[in-house]
């Protein structure tokens, strides 16, 4: 892939997702503190939906810049002229290795925006108290379950679409992969918001499932997917759209170029 295609990527996912992330961020809010174990209100209800944006904001361009550079790299690597009907394939393979890499930036950003959403601390002050209190692997608690929420489903169409289709599709694929990722999103928020030396603070996916489980029942595995459907739906087209739109200006105006 050349320099001028890693650029742009980068730029154009950039953009997509600080938009994204910054006029979606009340619908995560209200997501986190219906997922919480304290409960809605206790968390913070309606109050300070804005809680916890400094460190979306600091992490949103370098995350979905991460995401779609190793996109676009690895779906380069594994062009062939193969048969079209393993192109779905192959673009699966290069967003779940764009997950991967970007949940490297996602899950520290993610893990202090989520307490700064359920607590009255500011944003500085639960980045110091994690280092403080669990070093570096305190950033990256529930990095396993977030990496499988994302990887199962983060895929884009194979062919060339028009910038209102791709955030169309977005949106409504997004919308479905939501409702069905949302118990693995539930386990992620326990994971990142369990106290220090408790079970669930470990990390295991299952463990938090079951403790949710028992506790209450489907409905615990579903919290928050209201909120969550619409912010991934309108996320979807608003990432998708920005993105195909930054894009091609920026490969527009390097071909104006002399």
Partial sequence: MDSPGFTTSLLAGGVAGVTVDLVLFPLDTIKTRL??????????????????????????????????????YVKWLLHTDSSPYLMPVK?????????????LIRVPSEVVKQRAQVSASSTVQIFTDILYQEGIQGLYRGYKSTVLREALW????????????????GAFAGGFA??????????KTRIMLAKVGSSTAGGGVLSALR?????????????????????????GFIFLGAYDQTRSLLLE??????
């Fill in 253 to 258: 105006l390097g071909r104006e170029r002399p």
């Fill in 35 to 72: 997922q919480s174990p304290q409960g809605f209100n206790k968390a913070g209800g309606f109050r300070g939906i804005y809680a916890g944006v400094p460190s979306a904001a600091i992490g949103s361009f370098p995350n979905a810049a991460a995401f779609f550079i190793t996109y676009e």
């Fill in 91 to 103: 673009h699966m393979l290069a967003a779940s290795a764009g997950e991967v890499i970007a949940c």
């Fill in 211 to 235: 403790g949710v489980w028992r506790t209450q029942g489907l409905p615990g595995l579903f919290a928050g997917v209201f909120p969550r459907m619409a912010a991934i739906s309108l996320g």
């Fill in 154 to 169: 983060s895929w884009r169409q194979g062919h060339a679409v028009d910038s209102w289709q791709s955030a169309v599709c």
């Fill in 178 to 187: 939501a409702a069905v990722t949302t118990p693995l999103d539930v386990a």
